[in-house]
């Protein structure tokens, strides 16, 4: 358990479908990620906000949207998604935005999305 | 640029020894390596942010070799706790809120 909560766990979802992903965290951490995992491929990193400003847009299509509505909860909004974006997403969050101040990041354990 | 990692799987026996690279076409301000095992988030090991920085955690340890653009991770007398896929992060600024994740090794741990 490293505090970040993600839900649904899995999700079947049609080309044509609109669905959310969600992400909580009560750790106090002022930002918060989305990363792609797929099989085989490094974790891409899609948005970063930071105290719930959107600090990074990493060249992700507009099919995913994100919103942070607080500092402690950030959704991936999916809509007319592909097959290829099959995939784990995951969300994670830190303390400090500046990953390099010996911050850690804490990720759930992520949503299996399926594309069909 | 993301960094690659090498080797991509390592099998092991309890005891034995191993070594996962970490390395960067570019000048690299802070590594992380993280575990992540199968259905489980990815969990922090450590974090180096000086070159020629070395840091333990348990029986992992790690070092950083800034000139050489890279970074190499330890498992000493490997237990079965020790199987995972495991991740470098590299951030090639102090400034930078993003990490570069290597594509992972994954090692497995056999009594």
């Known amino acids: 358990e490293t505090g970040v909560t993600q839900t649904p766990r899995h999700l079947v979802m049609g080309m044509t479908n609109k669905k959310s992903l969600k992400c909580e965290q009560h750790?106090?951490?002022?930002?918060m990620y989305w990363y792609k995992q797929s099989a085989k491929k490094p974790l891409e990193l899609m948005f970063v906000?930071?105290?719930?400003?959107?600090?990074e847009n990493n060249s992700v299509p507009s099919r995913f949207s994100p919103e942070c509505p607080n500092s402690s909860h950030l959704f991936l909004h999916l809509h007319t998604l592909q097959p290829e974006d099959s995939a784990l997403y995951l969300c994670a969050s830190s303390q400090d935005p500046l990953w390099d101040r010996n911050t850690e990041a804490f990720f759930g354990q992520g949503t299996r999305l399926t594309v069909v | 640029q993301q960094p690659v990692q090498s080797p991509q799987a390592v099998i092991l026996r309890e005891g034995e020894d191993a070594v996962i690279n970490c390395s960067s076409s570019k000048a690299l301000y802070s590594v992380h390596w993280y575990r992540q095992k199968h259905g489980e988030a990815p969990v922090f090991l450590m974090i180096l942010l000086k070159g020629g920085e070395q840091k333990g955690h348990d029986k992992i340890s790690a070092s950083f070799n800034e000139k050489k653009q890279q970074s190499s991770l330890y498992l000493t007398a490997s237990q079965l706790s020790y199987s995972g896929t495991y991740f470098c992060g590299t951030g090639s600024s102090s400034n930078d809120y993003k990490l570069s994740f290597g594509a992972g090794t994954t090692v497995t741990v056999r009594a």
């Open positions: 750790l106090g951490h002022n930002a």
């Open positions: 906000y930071n105290f719930k400003e959107q600090t």
